[in-house]
């Protein structure tokens, strides 16, 4: 399949009663490179219907399962170890020379290699054989070795009686789910997407009732993503989150900058001062920039370094009105949280989210009692949301996602200015659209300036944090309809003043 053309995809496409997707697969001119290359956000992107996102998925699964299960068998049989290695190695060495001429036997009885006698370099190509399929036999036992966990007793009577979950006996197999894996692990809270896959698809066989007519794959894998990242956002500091990654091999966590934990484990790593450079040092630098925002896989070490040396060009055009789709079309890292936090903080000494996580933990409780809040629509999607969990922490963050949503109408300001909750964002300056903001497992939250989608977050508070960085970032002045608001917050990440 790595090698079909557009028109072979396209084909393959209707034979699997796909027909509907070809136009926007040769539109995207999606070869079978780019469909063995393709992730759950790009596939959102090409096709609409979940159903077909679903099948596509499990087909292009199904296809690189066989393609690793087949492969490790051919690797087996190439690089099976024998009982006597030398008397293999010698077969193969004598083989190589009646098998070659006088020229190619002298120059390979001359290696430096050969001190303690012959050694075929094609031996050597074996043993790196032999490594990479012990990688990928390990892999195979876990998938292949995997089995659904003993559920409790009332989801069992559930599953046996084949009714579809409700929403909170949904978010305890989940639960179950996600504990089970981190065991099968080691304690790793960072899956695979393969592992995933095949978590869902074990689900999904043992009892294929909850596929709701085809569309459970991907709603369950989401759902089981999300827990993950549910349970790993008690680690605030960032820097522990690279050290577990690097730790269980996450390809991310080792290419964003190693050195980044071990420097400074308490805050955001910044170099003083930019470093002044002109015309095509400059020019080279963005450019990297734009090449490297395309890429899935980023050096967030370099990333950082290059944002630095080209901070004085940014400071200069945003301080000068230039558009704001400019600087986003040069810059385009500043969508990334991370980087939006690290410019803030170049420009104000201070770790805007985790003194963002500070205020909604110590404010939420007084700002959910007070009167005038207690007939908000948004306190009343929280009482009603409430009454359907019981885990401490989830309970936690729904009031801490309430308290911050509410923030505007403590102060009495104009809360479209602050948040668009379920609605369609208006507001030209830095907004947050969210959605479904008390449902563990389809909440979004998003940024948005001048009406344009800026970055997506995980949560409320990195969705505040973005809000304050983005007005100090970009130089925005603050509307007066939600000028308090955004001063009491200000005044607390900045330590400015006694609220």
């Known amino acids: 399949m790595e090698n079909w053309s557009v028109d072979q995809v396209c084909s393959w496409l209707r034979q699997r009663n796909l027909g509907d997707l070809v136009p926007k697969f040769r539109e995207e001119e999606v070869s079978g490179a780019a469909l063995l290359a393709l992730n759950d956000r790009m596939v959102q992107q090409l096709v609409k219907k979940i159903g077909h996102q679903a099948l596509l998925m499990d087909l292009v699964n199904k296809y690189q399962q066989q393609r690793s299960g087949t492969g490790s068998l051919m690797d087996r049989c190439e690089t099976a170890s024998p009982t006597r290695p030398d008397v293999t190695r010698g077969a193969t060495d004598r083989q190589m020379l009646n098998s070659s001429g006088p020229v190619e036997q002298k120059k390979y009885l001359c290696s430096p290699g050969n001190e303690e006698g012959l050694i075929d370099h094609r031996v050597l190509k074996q043993k790196k054989k032999l490594k990479s399929f012990f990688a990928r036999y390990k892999m195979l036992q876990w998938t292949s070795s995997y089995a659904l966990p003993d559920f409790p007793y009332d989801v069992k009577c559930i599953l046996a009686e084949k009714k579809c979950p409700d929403h909170s006996m949904r978010i305890r197999i989940i639960e179950f789910l996600q504990a089970d894996m981190t065991k099968y692990l ?64 996450h390809r991310r966590g080792q290419t964003r900058r190693s050195s980044f934990a071990e420097n400074k484990p308490d805050d955001v790593q910044v170099e003083e001062g930019p470093v002044h450079l002109r015309g095509s040092a400059m020019d080279a630098h963005i450019q990297w920039l734009q090449q490297e925002y395309r890429k899935t896989q980023r050096n967030w070490n370099e990333v950082d370094h290059r944002m630095n040396a080209t901070a004085e060009i940014r400071r200069k055009m945003i301080s000068d009105k230039a558009p704001l789709k400019a600087i986003l079309k040069l810059f385009p890292f500043l969508r990334c949280p991370y980087q939006l936090f690290r410019e803030f903080q170049l420009l104000t000494h201070m770790d805007v989210y985790k003194k963002t996580v500070e205020i909604l933990e110590s404010y939420s409780e007084n700002i959910l009692s007070l009167y005038v809040v207690r007939n908000n629509p948004v306190n009343t999607m929280l009482q009603e949301n409430l009454t359907r969990h019981t885990e401490e922490d989830i309970l936690k963050y729904m009031k ?51 009406r344009e989608e800026v970055a997506q977050l995980a949560d409320c508070t990195m969705a505040l944090a973005a809000l304050l960085a983005a007005f100090h970032v970009f130089d925005i002045p603050c509307p007066r309809r939600i000028h308090r608001t955004l001063s009491f917050l200000e005044s607390l990440v900045l330590e400015a003043r006694s609220p």
Not at 201 to 222: C, H, I, S, T, V
């Open 400 to 450: 801490m996602t309430a308290a911050c949503l509410l923030l505007p109408d403590v102060f009495g300001d104009d809360s479209s200015l602050f948040a668009a909750v379920n609605e369609e964002v208006k507001a030209v300056t830095p907004v947050l659209e969210v959605k479904n903001p008390f449902d563990v497992n389809s909440c979004e939250f998003v940024l948005y300036i001048e």
């Open 186 to 249: 080691g304690g790793s809270l960072y899956p695979s997407s393969q592992q995933y896959n095949v978590v869902v698809n074990a689900l999904l066989q043992a009892y294929p009732f909850l596929d709701e007519d085809g569309n459970g794959f991907l709603l369950w894998k989401r759902a089981l993503k999300d827990r993950f990242k549910y349970v790993r956002r008690p680690i605030e500091d960032d820097e522990q989150v690279l050290r577990n990654k690097c730790k269980f091999g």
